[in-house]
């Protein structure tokens, strides 16, 4: 199973969950118990700014970026 990054909007902190790729259930915040979570997408597969070959990375990744020239 894949683990997912949730950014919590009530106390902005992160936390992984482990789901299936059909799964629609709602996830929990473990430190504060609200229900306002967010998926954070891996910075790999889409960077913060967005670089891509045509736009190559100005730093926004990490040093492990596809992209860097
Ligand atoms: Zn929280």
Redesign the pocket.
């Known amino acids: 199973m894949p683990l997912f990054e949730y950014l ?1 909007e ?4 992160v936390s992984d969950f482990l789901e299936k790729a059909d799964s629609r259930d709602k996830h929990t ?1 473990p ?4 229900s306002k979570m967010t998926k954070r997408l891996s910075g790999f597969a889409v960077g913060r700014s967005g670089c891509s070959d045509s736009r190559p990375c100005g730093g926004c990744c990490n040093s492990g970026c596809p992209h860097a020239e």
């Open positions: 919590c009530t106390c902005n902190k915040c430190h504060c118990g609200g």
